[in-house]
């Protein structure tokens, strides 16, 4: 994507121990212009999320705010799979429903139990090249398909949308 720059975001209290989520949120202004990409520290996928560069950045400069400890990262051009994602009053990702929303693999892609990589035994089959499927809600990074009559989840990263997704 063209990365530009990435700065490490964290808090620390009085006695050392960390801070995920922010009291409030923190503005970071990196020198540059592109687009902000953010990782969070909050769960163990750092799922990539396009954040909305502050139009008041300075000149030269992007801004973004966070809301918790993570990597802010500003890119040349937007990741075409992280999207800007609904937040719970805590800051974490919420899922979106989806209607009239097809994926397509464009590559053999692993069908999971789960929205996560974390664990290989959530396989429940190898998409091949090019499989359609419906597309009913989507989480950062993960798309929620149904394959037949069996519901399973998709890396967004290697799929490609059809429809109002």
Known sequence: ???????????????????VPFISPMTICMRGV????????????????LIPVLPNSP??????????SGTIVLVRNAMTDAQPMPQT???????????????????PLNLRSTPSLADSSNILEVLPYQT??????????????IRGSLPGWVAAEFVETIGDC
Request: glycine share 14%; charged share 10%.
């Open 59 to 68: 000149a030269g400069y992007s801004c973004g705010s966070i809301p918790v």
């Open 89 to 107: 009053g805590g800051g974490a990702p919420v899922s979106v429903a989806l209607t009239n929303c097809q994926v397509r693999t464009t590559n």
């Open 34 to 49: 592109g687009s902000a990409i953010f990782l969070s520290a909050a769960n163990a996928a750092r799922t990539p999320l």
């Open 132 to 145: 359609v499927l419906t597309a009913t809600e989507r989480i950062p990074g993960w798309y929620g398909v």
């Open 1 to 19: 994507a063209g990365v530009i720059q990435a700065v490490d975001m964290f808090g620390l209290l009085p006695d050392g121990s960390p801070v």
